[in-house]
């Protein structure tokens, strides 16, 4: 299924020796263009590693597939993430975690269902399915609302009691995410296997790759995703500077859209065969994996390294994020959709990034 | 259908000539008392409007037809709020725009499932098209919300910022308009036309007004209004000192009462016939309307005159909105309405009308 | 149903001599042995009077009864609430109320929802009654948040107005809930008699209670809930500060637990039965109880005595019950829940607990 897309995306791999070029020898060009080499390197990367993760999936059966691809389906994001922590680019790092969300609820659910109803007139998909992961996805926007929520009215707290807040509030969305599998790897399975049967049918017509390529794939492909976000991380102040672009900017709409290129075209491609309950299970699926598993792994992690980092978004943030579930929840809760439903997700994209283009910088540290 | 109660709207005609005589001989009476005659003389004179436009909208068709009512189905406020814009009465303006919304969505809406639900134990109707024009809606309260959390945010932002945030936005809320047009007058036009029919068939029966009778009295109708609107919004500064009323409580509740009691009328109407569908089309129509068709071209023309308008609202209003839309959603989303539905529509109506009393004025000011 | 419990909870009634003893001989123990003695004998109590009203309602009809069950369900948080207030404690008064609805919502339907869903795959219910009940809430969340927003714009307000906004919110709660009694019990009683009659069948497995036996246990156990009240109250600052606890949280998380510990007993068994209906209605009828009629009484009450409270609540306070009436409609606005549903809504009551416990005292005055 994705092999239509392949040509297209795989011939953004010249941007990886491109960068590397421009990273050594810097005569070439300046950070801008690193930054922007490193990034579309990135895309063709991050769908191989998706690609290679659901062929170790496959072979290794539903349940510890399943598990496997709900926790590495967002790798390379997470790469990028960890990258940027450890240099500490924590605003950063926190607009790309509230950019994937609304980046996959508005911008990849968007274009999947204007796509799909403009060939179908209503597209059907399992409400209850729908249902279950929109309500998580909510509870997990709410959970991350609340540490901007203390922030704005405690008075006298320290910043060790925000991170502490914040490292409460990530160990419950772990533990959510572990119910959440539960749910759909285990006690409710049925609900979610009638269409990705249909996909790993269709995949079985596409080569499918070995364990042996598989785990080979996803080792070059990871090492690379990680050596383009030290790459893309190190250029970004410089490329943002020149750009004149925001920290919030760069971290909701650029980085976001980056990360997710590869579910993007998996997702639109299955509106358009009319499998739309997969594709708003990719679309939603990876918006959870990054505010229930990302999220957390990486308060988890700045706090091992002594940087902890904390979850107090700027209210836009919050606001758009909150914005988008809630209007995601309204489209898909009756469990059909129509064009006029992703023209309206595309339209609450272009007002969100609107609004994040003309927020001058460091606006929410008053 | 609306003869049975043009009677007694068309009685309100008489203030045409009061305020006339009030204007040019200031000696018969203050201006509050012309504010108020103003006042009344423009619910008759709407009702007149709408109705040749509909008259004109049958002999167009179904595409041009809906096309002209959709366009100028609000002409009566969209006039008043020109007149006041150029004025420069940007506080009462935007207060209507919102007032009009919140007006429509639990005052109109309320009392027309409450009237309907006193006859019938419940009401049912469409649920696709409820839903659709209820998500567009909450689209739309988002978007006007969207200026207020700039302004919350921003620090360092300059006036002309937030006009550019304004203007980009009501860009995208008129082709979100444009988008809803094509989706409700062509791609999926059978969702709509059940009812519509019937209530055009019971046009039929009262007096089909012709083309050039719809279009005469459209003139005239539109020629009154407008001077009405100059009377009207000429004295509402010293109506405003008199009764001791605040500018946000005069645009939010006093004006979207006055430009939408032709409206009004016909819903409730409809929903004593039975006829929820059509009820909810006009009273959410309308809000619509008024939120991605005459706001927009308020600010278009408030660039083009040079006194360019914002879309900040004060904090009050923009819960008032999200919260009516909320309750709205709520209630309409399962297709079926029943008489307690209508009563706590009106108790939401009624607790933002204390809200808006006991606000002090310029409040938002500081 | 509730005689499985009854061992457990009347054991707890060994609390009710020790807590005498604590307050008479202080040598015997601190204020805060005696305010734990005093909170773990309200809970029995709070049982008792619960079943003394249903005893009695049932010997009234299903109209008068209905009334007195709606009116002295929440009896004991009641007694608290206004031996707390004439003490001046309004903070946790008005923590109690916001708690109380949380609680409800959150822990007894999580609860409730988790354990049912262990037993059933799905557990349906009557999806017209749920939403009526939910939207109700909604309409109450908003309803309570208005206060807050008013606080927060109005510049130059004084406490007078404030106090005049609320009695006039109060006034308008007290009426939509003479509507939902009059919707449940007159005009749509149909749509809640089908599973309350099984519940009442089983009472009468259960011995029944005679008037007398009633009204003899209803004095009885009131008395008994007001001495401890005054015990609680009388001891609720010294045990805070011992306990290093706030006034909001003691009030939203403490105080509102013990006050439902009965209901809550009832919600889970009926839950665990598949009468999902019932345990639903039990919890947010709760819910709506507090935010409808307790609150509004209280309101007037402290106007009677001369001590006016307003509704003006924390920020985070607002926050916590508007998201957890949301979550609930998204939960149960489909007519079914899982037990995944009720995991997320101990989530997020987790979530909201840690935000409560880290907030720092005081933090609403700045």
Redesign the interface.
Same mark, same amino acid.
């Given at each position: 299924m994705k092999s239509l897309l392949k040509p297209s995306l795989n011939s953004l791999l010249i941007f990886v020796p491109v960068a590397v070029v421009l990273r050594v020898w810097p005569q070439f060009g300046n950070k801008t263009a690193l930054f922007i080499c490193s990034c579309l390197a990135v895309v063709p990367l991050a769908g191989w590693m998706g690609r290679a993760t659901e062929g170790l999936a496959e072979h290794l059966g539903h349940g510890v597939g399943g598990l496997l691809n709900a926790t590495f389906g967002n790798a390379a994001e997470l790469i990028i993430a960890l990258m940027a922590l450890s240099k500490g680019l924590t605003g950063v790092v926190k607009a790309s975690i509230t950019g994937s969300i609304i980046g996959n609820v508005l911008l990849v659910m968007g274009v999947s269902i204007l796509a799909g109803g403009m060939k179908f007139?209503v597209q059907r998909f399992n409400?209850?399915a729908a249902?279950?992961s929109?309500?998580?996805l909510?509870?997990a926007a709410?959970?991350l609302? =609340?540490p901007t929520?203390?922030h704005?009215? *405690?008075?006298? +707290?320290s910043q060790a009691?925000e991170h502490?807040?914040s490292l409460? =509030?990530a160990v419950?969305l772990f533990?959510?995410y572990a119910?959440?599998l539960?749910?759909e790897l285990v006690?409710?399975k049925q609900l979610y296997v009638g269409e990705p049967m249909d996909g790993r049918e269709e995949g079985k017509e596409a080569r499918r790759w070995s364990v042996s390529k598989s785990l080979f794939l996803l080792i070059v492909a990871t090492s690379l995703v990680a050596l383009m976000s030290e790459f893309l991380v190190g250029a970004v102040e410089a490329a943002r500077a020149t750009l004149g672009l925001t920290e919030v900017f760069v971290g909701v709409i650029v980085i976001a859209v980056i990360g997710n290129a590869a579910e993007h075209s998996t997702a639109v491609m299955m509106a358009m065969k009319n499998k739309m309950g997969l594709s708003l299970g990719i679309a939603v699926g990876s918006s959870l994996q990054i505010a229930l598993f990302v999220a957390p792994v990486l308060i988890f992690f700045s706090c091992l390294v002594g940087q902890p980092m904390d979850l107090e978004f700027?209210?836009?943030e919050v606001?758009a994020v909150i914005?988008a579930v809630?209007?995601l929840?309204?489209?898909n809760?009756?469990g &059909?959709t129509? +064009?006029? &439903?992703g023209?309206?997700l595309l @339209?609450?994209y272009? =007002?969100?990034g =609107?609004?994040f283009f003309?927020?001058?910088e460091r *606006?929410?540290? @008053?």
């Amino acid at each position: 299924m994705k092999s239509l897309l392949k040509p297209s995306l795989n011939s953004l791999l010249i941007f990886v020796p491109v960068a590397v070029v421009l990273r050594v020898w810097p005569q070439f060009g300046n950070k801008t263009a690193l930054f922007i080499c490193s990034c579309l390197a990135v895309v063709p990367l991050a769908g191989w590693m998706g690609r290679a993760t659901e062929g170790l999936a496959e072979h290794l059966g539903h349940g510890v597939g399943g598990l496997l691809n709900a926790t590495f389906g967002n790798a390379a994001e997470l790469i990028i993430a960890l990258m940027a922590l450890s240099k500490g680019l924590t605003g950063v790092v926190k607009a790309s975690i509230t950019g994937s969300i609304i980046g996959n609820v508005l911008l990849v659910m968007g274009v999947s269902i204007l796509a799909g109803g403009m060939k179908f007139r209503v597209q059907r998909f399992n409400r209850t399915a729908a249902r279950t992961s929109t309500t998580t996805l909510t509870l997990a926007a709410v959970a991350l609302a =609340i540490p901007t929520v203390f922030h704005v009215t *405690a008075v006298g +707290w320290s910043q060790a009691t925000e991170h502490k807040l914040s490292l409460a =509030i990530a160990v419950v969305l772990f533990i959510t995410y572990a119910c959440l599998l539960g749910f759909e790897l285990v006690t409710h399975k049925q609900l979610y296997v009638g269409e990705p049967m249909d996909g790993r049918e269709e995949g079985k017509e596409a080569r499918r790759w070995s364990v042996s390529k598989s785990l080979f794939l996803l080792i070059v492909a990871t090492s690379l995703v990680a050596l383009m976000s030290e790459f893309l991380v190190g250029a970004v102040e410089a490329a943002r500077a020149t750009l004149g672009l925001t920290e919030v900017f760069v971290g909701v709409i650029v980085i976001a859209v980056i990360g997710n290129a590869a579910e993007h075209s998996t997702a639109v491609m299955m509106a358009m065969k009319n499998k739309m309950g997969l594709s708003l299970g990719i679309a939603v699926g990876s918006s959870l994996q990054i505010a229930l598993f990302v999220a957390p792994v990486l308060i988890f992690f700045s706090c091992l390294v002594g940087q902890p980092m904390d979850l107090e978004f700027t209210l836009p943030e919050v606001v758009a994020v909150i914005v988008a579930v809630y209007l995601l929840f309204q489209i898909n809760g009756d469990g &059909e959709t129509n +064009w006029l &439903e992703g023209a309206q997700l595309l @339209s609450l994209y272009l =007002i969100l990034g =609107i609004l994040f283009f003309y927020l001058p910088e460091r *606006a929410h540290e @008053s």
